[in-house]
């Protein structure tokens, strides 16, 4: 992804909907709304993947948690102790998918969103499977149903992304971006409004 891309990608954001390279957190700074995305801009195609990702949990994102910091979302990570005769040493709390699946839906989302780049969809799935990968930290990964296995896990992760992938059109994706930029730019006009 050349810096012509990197341009053409800016077109999907506004003055009150942006991002900046290197920042780890996306939140409303200074009267806009910074996604973070983690990449860095002297390695911009997986700088994009991390991007798209972030952007995907905007569209996925309720309403109410648009401008709240990273979404309102707070994944436990896995906490890993040396095992012992008694247990695994991998304490996973609490018993649900909700975290992995919402993943699921966002990475399907940003596949989407990575074509209507002109990302090819051979580098679409590589960049899902590297996020499929980096779910492992996530403490639900080991409530995902009666399977034992990582490569087993991934397999129930990549069934999700392919129904979402149904669900999402690159058409609702659009749409649903854009009405989100939309209801952001209220809010934080709002809110500006309030403090004068
Ligand atoms: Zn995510």
Aim: hydrophobic fraction near 40%; proline fraction near 3%; charge should be positive.
């Amino acid at each position: 992804m050349d810096s012509a891309s990197i341009r053409i990608w800016k077109e999907w954001f506004t003055r009150r909907v942006d991002f900046a390279w290197g920042i780890d957190k996306t939140r409303v700074v200074e009267g806009r709304l910074m996604l973070g995305a983690w990449g860095h801009d002297d390695n911009p195609a997986s700088a994009i993947g991390f991007l798209a990702h972030e952007m995907a949990h905007l569209v996925e994102i309720d309403d109410r948690r648009a401008t709240v910091d990273n979404f309102g979302l707070r994944y436990k990570r896995v906490m890993r102790l040396p095992p012992t005769r008694y247990s695994t040493g991998i304490y996973a709390d609490p018993m649900t998918t909700q975290g992995v699946e919402r993943e699921c839906r966002v990475i399907a989302i940003s596949m989407r969103i990575l074509g209507a780049i002109g990302w090819s969809e051979h580098a679409q799935h590589e960049d899902s499977e590297r996020t499929i990968h980096a779910l492992r930290i996530l403490m639900d990964w080991y409530n995902i149903p009666s399977r034992r296995n990582d490569e087993a896990r991934r397999e129930w992760c990549r069934k999700k992304v392919a129904r979402a992938l149904q669900q999402w059109s690159v058409e609702r994706v659009r749409a649903e971006w854009w009405r989100k930029v939309v209801l952001v730019t209220k809010r934080l006009e709002r809110a500006e409004r309030r403090v004068r």
